[in-house]
């Protein structure tokens, strides 16, 4: 599961602090999707980025008890001076896994061709992308963090993407951010809302949807 336990976020901006979660407590269980919600500037990447352990909370304690990604499509963990093959092997070796399997994996997936070889910071944001999205389906996570729906490149790879996120789904969980309910409905069982820098779990997707549509009328 994971929990959050008093946990407080708070962003320093031009001297201004900035509140985005204030004792925030709720636990997800295991075996469920939820989607988070709320109005723009809830908080809900900052959330996302706190349960992956992009950023660490200024206050209080998350605790996971299961292998979470990062957020897919998130190239901002490699090391952009490093290629994309040195950066696929040193990820793959931190979480456990074979950095050749993980590398012919990812090589496959993402067409990126002999930019593989080439430094991180030489790509465009959709060639980081497809490496990130590629990484993400290469290893086997219990929960895939999704910041809306990825889209990577043409229709075909699209397709690809879709598929083989669809392959990971059918064994692990998934916790998705986005404004869309039929994509909530699709993917999510329950639902996480962030309201005032506050966090609200539904056991309803639907009523969760409900509460979310009062927010925006």
Not at 113 to 133: C, D, I, K, Q
Request: proline share 3%; charged share 25%; hydrophobic share 40%.
């Amino acid at each position: 599961m994971i929990r959050f336990e008093n946990v407080t976020k708070v962003y320093s901006t031009y001297g201004r602090r900035r509140t985005i979660l204030d004792r925030v407590n709720f636990t997800l269980k295991p075996g469920i999707s939820y989607g988070i919600m709320g109005i723009n500037g809830a908080g809900k990447s900052t959330t996302m980025k706190l349960i992956s352990g992009v950023e660490e909370p200024t206050r209080g304690r998350i605790s996971r008890g299961l292998r979470v990604s990062w957020p897919l499509g998130f190239a901002g963990g490699f090391n952009p001076r490093m290629t994309g093959r040195d950066n696929v092997i040193f990820v793959a070796r931190i979480y456990g896994e074979d950095p050749r399997r993980v590398l012919e994996f990812v090589e496959d997936f993402s067409e990126l061709g002999s930019y593989l070889n080439m430094p991180v910071n030489t790509y465009s944001s959709g060639m980081g992308s497809r490496l990130a999205f590629g990484m993400s389906m290469a290893i086997p996570f219990d929960t895939y963090l999704i910041d809306e729906i990825l889209s990577v490149g043409d229709a075909r790879f699209q397709k690809r993407c879709a598929d083989v996120f669809n392959k990971r789904r059918e064994t692990a969980d998934v916790i998705l951010i986005s404004h869309s309910m039929e994509q909530i409905r699709e993917y999510c069982s329950q639902a996480l809302i962030l309201i005032n820098g506050q966090a609200v779990v539904y056991d309803d997707v639907d009523e969760a949807i409900t509460a979310y549509r009062r927010l925006n009328s």
